[in-house]
């Protein structure tokens, strides 16, 4: 059953704690993204990668940070720097590499500060 | 600066009815245009999208269309069903270059 798989669903941060998102996939993508979702606003881009090792800044990756050691997994680390983590993480990949492509999403992580 | 944009964002129709979701766009090099729909704590999922060298592309019951000159494409389901109540997110790009999406409309059907 090929898909997207975002873990956990829910996740907790402490200040001035680090945390990591899991997102992996089984649909041999070359293209991984992540995205923010806020209420009332629209997907915004934190990373993306289009081949493995490499890896480019979206619109917000102020505070986040990424790897993408393997094709298959693309994790997001939230940092002590990013100062309003609460939002709703999704993940996507894409098939040809390029960034215009359709998207497939995972069901995202809800982060909250605690 | 929104490139693209929801101006509405909830819509409610009754059930059987049309549902017309509108999108706005400022940037003219976007060329390809999607529509994604959201359950609440999931993932976007794909609807239909449309490239720029046609003005409407039809799947079942959504059909798009697109307006260059005016910079607008809008989404119309017929008919509306109560599974069709969701946030539905425009998204536009240009040749290789990421998808910008626009703040989404709630869509609410009633029996």
């Known amino acids: 059953d090929g898909g997207i798989t975002q873990s956990p669903k829910y996740l907790f941060r402490k200040e001035g704690q680090n945390v990591t998102l899991s997102c992996e996939q089984n649909?041999?993508?070359?293209?991984m993204y992540w995205y923010r979702q806020d209420p009332g606003q629209g997907l915004r881009l934190i990373y993306y990668s289009q081949i493995v090792n490499d890896f480019q800044k979206g619109d917000i990756a102020e505070g986040y940070s990424v790897s993408r050691e393997k094709k298959e997994s693309f994790p997001l680390t939230v940092t002590s720097a990013q100062k309003n983590p609460t939002a709703f993480y999704l993940c996507?990949?894409?098939?040809?590499?390029?960034?215009?492509?359709?998207?497939?999403f995972g069901s995202g992580t809800q982060l909250s500060v605690l | 600066d929104q490139q693209v944009k929801q101006n509405s964002p909830s819509l409610s129709v009754q059930e059987g009815r049309i549902s017309i979701l509108n999108c706005d766009y400022t940037?003219?090099?976007?060329?390809?245009f999607l529509w994604y729909k959201k359950y609440p704590a999931e993932g976007p999922t794909f609807l239909i999208s449309i490239s720029s060298i046609k003005d409407k592309n039809e799947d079942g019951r959504f059909t798009v269309f697109l307006n260059k000159s005016a910079k607008h494409l809008s989404l119309h389901i017929v008919p509306s069903q109560p599974g069709d109540s969701a946030v539905y997110f425009c998204?536009?790009?240009?040749?290789?270059?990421?998808?910008?999406f626009g703040t989404g409309t709630r869509l609410q059907v009633f029996p």
């Open positions: 996507a990949s894409s098939p040809w590499g390029t960034t215009n492509e359709k998207l497939f």
């Open positions: 998204a536009a790009t240009s040749n290789t270059d990421k998808l910008i």
């Open positions: 649909l041999n993508h070359d293209a």
């Open positions: 940037n003219s090099m976007f060329d390809y």
